[in-house]
């Protein structure tokens, strides 16, 4: 009984000793390929993360800048003291300027820089600018338009643009389409329509 012990022992302990080499080619095949998923999920998992962060930091530039347009328009033809400059003096599809009395002075363009206000889009450049009267400045980049949409008391679409006197005098509300992309070509478009407080 001893020597059948003696017998089994050995192969026994051969079973126990390790792997073959088949069993480590597949174990490292196996390894391979969860590594290779893994590896894959996060890149992509990455890649996703900076594509919404992308999209939000240029969807939150586009909220400013409509925001701030939004002010001003909603302001134009703002005339306390009744000096009875035009609000709009110019009114097209990719460019507008508004005009407002905001200290009361009887004059729309003086040296407060928030009075007398052009935004004009330039589909070349894809930049939309910002002039105050000391030169225009870019305030937005990317954009593939701009669209600035008339309308009247009524809600009737004011197209023959550029505006003339009349039709300009008539504006009661502006519709405000921007329309850009982000660095992965992602299309983001706002749209709002502004009343006009002053008449």
Not at 79 to 91: N, Q
Not at 169 to 197: F, N, Q
């Amino acid at each position: 009984m001893d020597m059948a012990q003696d017998k089994e022992r050995p192969g026994r302990e051969a079973r126990r000793a390790g792997m073959t080499v088949v069993e480590l080619m597949v174990a490292l095949v196996i390894f391979g390929v969860i590594i290779g998923v893994v590896f894959g999920f996060l890149t992509e998992a990455r890649e996703s993360y900076t594509s919404t962060r992308q999209k939000a930091q240029y969807q939150q530039g586009l909220r400013a800048v409509m925001s701030l347009v939004t002010r001003e328009v909603r302001s134009a033809g703002c005339d306390p003291r009744g000096s009875g400059f035009e609000r709009f003096p110019v009114a097209d599809v990719n460019q507008f300027r508004c005009r407002m009395d905001l200290n009361a002075d009887t004059d729309a363009i003086d040296t407060n820089p928030d009075e007398d206000i052009t935004y004009a889009f330039n589909p070349g450049t894809g930049e939309l600018s910002r002039d105050v009267g000391a030169g225009a400045t870019v305030i937005l980049r990317g954009l593939t338009n701009v669209n600035f949409n008339y309308f009247d008391e009524d809600g009737n679409l004011l197209n023959a643009v550029p505006l003339s006197a009349t039709d300009r005098a008539s504006i009661r509300s502006v519709d405000l389409v921007m329309v850009g992309e982000t660095d992965k070509h992602e299309p983001v478009t706002y749209t709002t329509r502004i009343a006009v407080r002053n008449e």
